[in-house]
């Protein structure tokens, strides 16, 4: 149901965005010409009669061809989807790594002028927009230091119909600037719950206990501690996704990263409608299997939490 | 001491952005008072056409920026209060609704709310705006690029509001002076009003504060992608899209200048709201 | 995938130039749309077309015709109807097949096939015939003197390759179509297609056996062409050298390409005007006192000193200086007079001003939404309050054409250097063939009747008076504001030596490292 209203909202918004026919004709074409297109692109039947296509369409798979490429939608994002992933899940890992790790440490040592000075600098990097730290980390590494690529993906591994840069140092060094400026708000965000998660399972009886006890600090923290918060942290970065794939929109204009963020929002610029709405659908989807995982990890992980309904209340 | 000064450099920018006409020594937003030749002035150095002096200096328009920032801010305040208004009311009623009835009309906007989550505020507002650009005449094209932000931006932000709002009253329903006022034959519109809601407002102003510096976030980020408002009437966002084009030429004031107020803005608006979080969190203390 | 694993590997030293001296990586705002030569009629497509295509005759980097598959060419002595093309021997498509008239014959039909996008520029020819295995004749319909001046960018495709691929015909971009030949090449042209990815990267490797092989340098061996529209992160990419060649350096970053070691620029005219359009037949531009008015009230000197960064050439005329039937004196453009314009206004009636949108495109030309916001400061001074109206070119087009704008932003590039081409699309009377793009409801019966004329007028002289009584008319009836030519910039390397070229193609063959 979910899926069917994306559908709906992604098809009948768009066509009202642009009218595509100006970008497919060159300067020369005539009134006439336009018209005959128009009719052609079916862009002047009812526009439910174009939903209900377009949704027997979406089901079997089928969005047809990008009024641009020229190539059949589903292709276009096929190729081009291994490149948001792999963007996507190295800025998670960095978010949700880094993130943990600093935040048991301003947990750890609160107060300390260290701490201070994380929780403070993290609180900069969510403060200014994202495109402006991927301007300027461009602007640092690549044109100052010329350290790292500012653009595409480096070299790719062709492994079957996905494209990898993980295996090769230029398309190493390629991601490590979108990464950055992908993952830096998870970061803040995971750093920031970790620390207060942390804060509050330290002074749990059983933590106590184990003090008590005499375990060293280390094996409280990790063996004891740390297992206690990641479930909350992990949920939290799976819901985060969905924000994670907008901003990858974002991160991927700036950085021409070829992933469909950059299909999308070229696809908005273009008014090319069969893009823009398998996209949106795509992002639906994922979103759907993302909820569905993290309501099953819930469950696999914490019994107690049967009842789903509590999830939200966390 | 974070936090004092926090508010202070806070309270400082309203103030700045409320009396922007009367500091602000030009009008940026009246095109018949700017010279084309001045733009591109340095700060504080004359222009080497017409001699004038500005203490931020210039943009690509001849543009004084410190009074383009005052009155950038004004509108980039003014979207995310709205926007945060708009999230606060949705999400505080409908938060209320789904916790307080449960049942069929919990279920649904539960569901809404995770449908809405599909849509960052990026797409949001995309869509909104193609749609509504299709249907307005270019002549309101101002008022609806701020209307247009405030409701996308709004939109996408009742989520955490409601869950919270949700949350906090399943806890409340059944606390014993709720039930009690429900034995009394108190109608529910009253109860969720005068009893439910005070108790759940500490959160929803935690919430509301971190809402409003992402809202302002927003707002640059989707001028970025050209959905903001025009470059006539330019928002801090709007400057800071304009500026990023001048980072390699070296004319670094009219991006450092604008970056520098809203990372001010959003810095303290999110120390405040950290502070405001422990202090109203009885966990921590 | 050995290689592709041990190339990046060596390069882990971060030097400059990490690629060979032969390979050029090229990079520019916007992709090719399609590899089918006859789809689409874009700048971009064309670009990377002529690297794998040659035409019969092409424009060199300075922008003069010169032979490419053909060698000569001349109308038939006793009838102007026919054209006689000689066409070069010895020369084999990429997969080996031989080039010969009936690929010519195959091509320019398949170029005024439907879905084809180069058919109106061919629409004056009647019948193509091959003579013998390297002759072709060209019949129109009329004489058409110019008729050369559209086949720079008309593509020859082999008849064989062609059937046995099944793309007998261009595929319908439009449509949603697609063919073999989308993805897919065999041309005749300098390069030969290894890998295309669109919007991200394509590869091109040199022909050995290309027939210009001892006319041209030649020296490039491989093209990695990657578009990046960010013109941030372009820039960055020169600066940074990872990439050798950019088409579209923003103005405000010429200093700092020229500046940086390593690296230099390129510039000359292109062959496109920008201007604003006026309604002249509802509202205030109705009034002529009106839009003279507006047209000295544009400071075109501190537009083309501060928008564009001494980067542009003001003018008077909506023709680029390429074009015949540019003068001199059409070029100058009056000089910016506030007190006349004020005096203007009054006389019209409107020395209170009034309220306008401008409609303008913020993707499409050089400094687009900074030159209208400029203009709408200068529109304030004499009294008329502009609102801008700024949206990305897909958006922008249907408004500036379709007459719902009564002020509007439009750049004109005109492929044929003739005159003929922006009367036909620009000043005509909109019908349902002509003055696609003149929404300005301008319309002259005696106009439209001198340009049809010049279709098929054999006689130059006489076609050139006719030419310059046109502009005449359009000068006099200001229903076009122009503000200048634009001049493109291209940053590359400093190791390379490279024209540009006015129509912003760069053909590979003619670049020389030194």
């Not at chain 3, 005509?428 to 439209?448: F, I, K, L, M």
């Amino acid at each position: 149901m979910v899926l069917l209203l994306v559908a709906l909202v992604s098809f009948i918004i768009f066509r009202f965005v642009g009218n595509p026919v100006e970008n497919l004709m060159g300067q020369e074409a005539t009134m006439a010409q336009r018209a005959a297109l128009e009719e052609a692109l079916g862009l002047n039947d009812p526009i439910f009669i174009q939903y209900f296509e377009f949704l027997w369409r979406a089901i079997n798979f089928d969005f047809g061809n990008s009024y641009r490429g020229a190539l059949p939608v589903s292709e276009l994002i096929i190729s081009r989807l291994p490149a948001t992933i792999e963007l996507a899940l190295s800025s998670a890992i960095l978010g949700v790594s880094l993130g943990v790790i600093l935040g048991i440490y301003t947990a750890i040592k609160r107060g300390s002028i260290i701490s201070n000075l994380i929780l403070s600098s993290s609180l900069i990097g969510v403060s200014l927009p994202t495109f402006l730290i991927g301007v300027l980390l461009i602007w640092l590494f690549s044109v100052e230091l010329n350290w790292l690529p500012s653009f595409g993906r480096g070299e790719v591994v062709e492994l079957g119909w996905w494209s990898t840069g993980f295996l090769t140092v230029s398309g190493v060094k390629s991601l490590i600037l979108p990464s950055i400026t992908l993952g830096l708000y998870q970061m803040t965000l995971v750093m920031r719950l970790t620390r207060a998660e942390m804060l509050e399972v330290l002074k749990q009886d059983y933590i106590r206990l184990a003090y008590a006890l005499g375990l060293t600090k280390r094996k409280i923290y990790f063996f004891h501690a740390l297992p206690n918060i990641l479930i909350p942290v992990i949920t939290i970065a799976g819901l985060q996704l969905g924000s994670v794939i907008a901003f990858a929109i974002i991160t991927e204009t700036v950085f021409q990263w070829p992933g469909v963020g950059l299909l999308f929002i070229n696809a908005v610029y273009f008014v090319d409608i069969p893009v823009m709405s398998a996209y949106l659908l795509l992002v639906g989807f994922a979103f759907v299997i993302i909820n569905l995982f993290v309501d099953l990890a819930y469950l696999l992980i914490d019994p107690r939490l049967r009842d789903s309904q509590l999830r939200r209340e966390v | 001491m974070l936090a004092v000064g926090s508010f202070f450099v806070f309270t400082t920018i309203i103030l700045l952005a409320i009396f922007a006409n009367y500091l602000a020594p030009h009008t940026p937003f009246d095109p018949s008072t700017l010279n084309l030749m001045n733009g591109f002035t340095p700060p504080m150095e004359p222009n080497e056409f017409t001699g004038q002096v500005f203490l931020m200096g210039t943009d690509d328009q001849g543009r004084d920026l410190f009074s383009t920032i005052l009155y950038g801010l004004r509108i980039s305040l003014f979207v995310g209060l709205m926007a945060v208004l708009l999230a606060m009311v949705l999400g505080v009623i409908l938060g209320l609704i789904s916790g307080f009835s449960g049942g069929w009309l919990d279920i649904i906007i539960m569901r809404l709310a995770d449908i809405q989550m599909t849509f960052p505020s990026i797409l949001v507002a995309m869509l909104v705006y193609g749609v509504a650009r299709g249907m307005l005449p270019p002549e309101l094209r101002y008022e609806m690029s701020i209307t247009v932000l405030i409701i996308s931006i709004g939109l996408s932000e009742w989520v955490p509001f409601a869950r919270t709002v949700r949350g906090s009253t399943l806890v409340e329903k059944e606390k014993d002076y709720i039930t009690s006022a429900r034995m009394l034959g108190l109608k529910r519109f009253s109860i969720m009003t005068r009893h439910i809601l005070p108790n759940i407002l500490s959160p929803v102003l935690v919430i509301a504060t971190i809402t409003f510096a992402l809202a302002i976030i927003a707002e640059a980020t989707l001028s970025f992608l050209g959905v903001g408002v025009p470059t006539t009437k330019p928002s801090l966002g709007t400057l800071i899209r304009i500026g990023q084009d001048f980072l390699f030429s070296g004319e670094w004031w009219i991006l450092l200048f604008p970056a520098l107020t809203l990372l001010a803005l959003a810095l303290s608006i999110n120390l405040f709201g950290d502070w405001l979080r422990d202090m109203l969190n009885p966990k921590i203390h | 995938m050995f290689k592709k694993l041990v190339i990046p590997a060596l390069m882990i030293s971060f030097t400059i130039s990490s690629a060979t001296a032969e390979t050029v990586r090229w990079a520019r705002a916007g992709d090719g749309i399609t590899m089918d030569p006859h789809a689409q009629n874009e700048g971009p497509t064309h670009a990377l077309n002529h690297q794998i295509y040659d035409s019969l005759l092409q424009r060199d980097m300075s922008g003069a015709i010169i032979p490419s598959l053909a060698t000569a060419w001349s109308a038939l002595p006793d009838n102007p109807k026919i054209w006689r093309f000689n066409l070069r021997k010895g020369v084999k498509f990429h997969n080996g097949a031989t080039f010969d008239s009936e690929d010519v014959v195959f091509s320019l039909n398949r170029a005024m096939a439907d879905g084809s996008e180069m058919k109106e520029l061919l629409s004056s020819i009647k019948e193509v015939r091959a003579v013998d295995s390297h002759v072709v004749d060209i019949e129109t319909n009329g004489a058409n003197p110019l008729l050369i001046n559209n086949l720079t960018n008309m593509f020859m495709m082999d008849k064989g390759w062609s059937e046995v691929n099944d793309v007998m015909t261009p595929h319908d971009v439009a449509k949603g179509e697609t063919n073999f030949a989308t993805m897919n090449t065999n041309g005749t042209g300098a390069f030969m297609l290894v890998s295309r990815s669109v919007d991200e990267k394509t590869v091109l490797k040199a022909n050995p056996d290309y027939w210009g092989k001892n006319l041209y340098p030649n020296q490039v061996t491989e093209i990695i062409y990657t578009p990046i529209q960010s013109s941030a992160t372009r820039v960055a990419a020169l600066l940074s050298g990872e990439v050798d060649i950019i088409q579209d350096v923003p103005v405000q970053d010429l200093g700092r390409v020229s500046s940086t070691d390593g690296l230099k620029l390129a510039t000359a005219a292109q062959n496109r005007v920008i201007f604003l359009g006026l309604n002249t037949v509802e509202g205030p531009t109705a009034e002529l006192k009106v839009r003279q008015a507006m047209n000295i009230a544009i400071n075109r000197e501190s537009i083309k000193k501060v928008v564009m960064r001494g980067q542009s050439d003001p003018t008077g005329v909506i023709m680029p200086p390429f074009v015949n039937g540019w003068t001199e004196k059409l070029n100058e453009y009056p000089a910016y007079n506030l007190d006349k314009a004020k005096a203007l206004m009054s006389e019209a009636g409107y020395s209170n001003g009034f309220d306008i949108v401008l409609n303008c495109p913020n993707d499409r030309y050089i400094n687009d939404e900074a030159i209208c916001q400029a203009a709408v400061g200068m529109m304030a001074q004499i009294g008329i309050n502009v609102t801008l109206d700024a949206k990305p070119k897909a958006q922008h087009f249907p408004i500036a054409k379709g007459g719902e704008a009564d002020f509007y932003m439009l750049g004109w590039g005109v492929p044929t250097f003739d005159s003929h081409y922006i009367f036909n699309y620009l000043v005509h009377t909109q019908t349902d063939d002509r003055g696609s793009w003149n929404p300005t409801g301008y319309s002259n019966a005696e106009v439209d009747t001198m340009i049809v004329s010049l279709e098929s007028e054999t006689d130059l002289s006489k076609r050139n008076d006719t030419i310059s009584k046109i502009w005449a008319n359009v000068q006099d009836a200001q229903m076009y504001l122009p503000i200048h030519n634009q001049v493109l910039n291209w940053g590359m390397r400093s190791g390379i030596e490279f024209d540009v070229q006015p129509e912003d193609q760069p053909h590979f063959q003619f670049l020389k490292f030194n």
